[in-house]
């Protein structure tokens, strides 16, 4: 049978669409993983599920009462969801018209933002950012017609850098208020003296995306949440499915959001970032590499001599990385999460193996 129709009847913009390379779905046998910034470890839980004849509520009360006191924010400004990914989706399809309206967002950065408008038929504005990855306030409010929405990433993934708090109520000067501006800070636990989540009350228009996938290591429950003035929050209420959480899904995210619990993440944090120094300082005897770039984060982006060479060597010893090569401005850099003290000296003594 013909499958001709079927191209006849799709979306033109998802005909052109290239499946997103997830973490999983590079078909390749490795055994170290440090290519999607994953905690190397898994927390063991085991859960007894007395209902799961029942649908779950859409907004659980009890964890989202628990967010909102790890956050230090009201309960009435979050909505919680699949992933901090799903966040990235709703704004965008509350606030831009496809065709009409535009995003932006500054390269390099996470794929997501442009992946979403590219699926809803919206348009973006991928502006630079400055030699430093900090913002270049001036071609922004340059190119801000159309645009609905702003996606800054803080901590930057994949540069692990962080932006300028003067730049960034500069920005909000700039928008004055016309603009909605999204700051991702997936990462956000691993410094958290850069969170902007204490200006939420100062400006209508700012809205927080945050995520257990990273520091709670959570990245197979798919939990994240956007944090906003509660205007905001109401809108997303409207256009998310009744059923976004699964009941184990709401009970293991309540479960690592317990204090304990919370002060047992803060110590992991420690440990990775302790590694994160130590590795970042054995890095330092390579002559295969040309920088390594400051990191407020679990990875690091090195820019090697040659990326594709190192990317391959490791993989065809099961080490797993994520080359950057592709993006704007990071020729021959890849990015590697910091994993177990064990996997980090694994993948010195074959970087080492590489150069002798
Ligand atoms: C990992 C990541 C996300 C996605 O988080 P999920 O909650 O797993 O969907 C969002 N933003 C950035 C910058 C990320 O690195």
């Known amino acids: ?53 029942r649908y779950p509520y859409c907004q659980p009360k009890e964890l989202i009462d628990l967010y909102a006191v790890y956050a230090g924010v009201k309960n009435n400004q979050i909505i919680v969801h699949r992933g901090a990914d799903e966040g990235i989706e709703l704004l965008m399809k509350v606030f831009c018209n496809p065709i009409k309206d535009k995003i932006m967002f500054f390269p390099p950065t996470y794929g997501m933002y442009k992946i979403n408008a590219d699926i809803l038929g919206v348009k973006y504005k991928a502006l630079k950012t400055k030699n430093d990855w900090q913002l270049d306030l001036i071609s922004i409010s340059q190119n801000i017609q159309q645009v609905k929405l702003v996606y800054i990433c803080n901590p930057n993934n994949p540069t692990g ?75 997303l209420l409207k256009i998310i499915t009744p059923y976004p959480l699964s009941v184990p899904v709401i009970e293991i995210a309540k479960y690592f959001l317990r204090e304990k619990n919370i002060f047992l993440m803060n110590k992991r ?9 130590w590795f970042i300082k054995s890095l330092h005897q390579f002559t295969c590499i040309e920088k390594i ?64």
């Open 1 to 53: 049978m013909s499958t001709n129709n079927i191209e006849k009847l799709v979306r033109k913009n998802i005909s052109l669409l290239v499946p997103y390379q997830s973490a999983r779905s590079l078909n390749k046998k490795g055994n170290i993983w440090l290519n999607a910034n994953e905690y190397p470890e898994s927390t063991n839980i085991i859960f007894s599920h007395k209902n799961l004849n």
């Open 161 to 235: 850098s962080v932006i300028d708090h003067k730049d960034f109520h500069q920005l909000m000067n700039i928008v004055n208020k016309k603009i909605i501006v999204v700051i991702d800070e997936a990462y956000i636990e691993f410094s958290p003296k850069n969170t902007l989540i204490n200006c939420l009350s100062k400006y209508s228009n700012l809205v927080i995306l945050r995520t257990l996938s990273k520091a709670f290591s959570l990245a197979g429950l798919r939990c994240g949440f956007t944090l906003a003035n509660k205007k905001i929050i109401h809108l």
């Open 269 to 277: 944090i420690k440990k990775t970032i302790k590694i994160k120094n």
């Open 293 to 356: 770039f400051s990191s407020n984060t679990n990875y690091i982006l090195i820019k090697f001599k040659s990326a594709k060479y190192i990317f391959k060597q490791l993989q065809k010893k099961g080490i797993i990385l994520r080359d950057q090569s592709y993006q704007l401005g990071l020729k021959n850099c890849i990015r590697i999460t910091i994993g177990t003290y064990k996997e980090c000296k694994k993948t010195l003594c074959e970087l080492k193996k590489i150069f002798i």
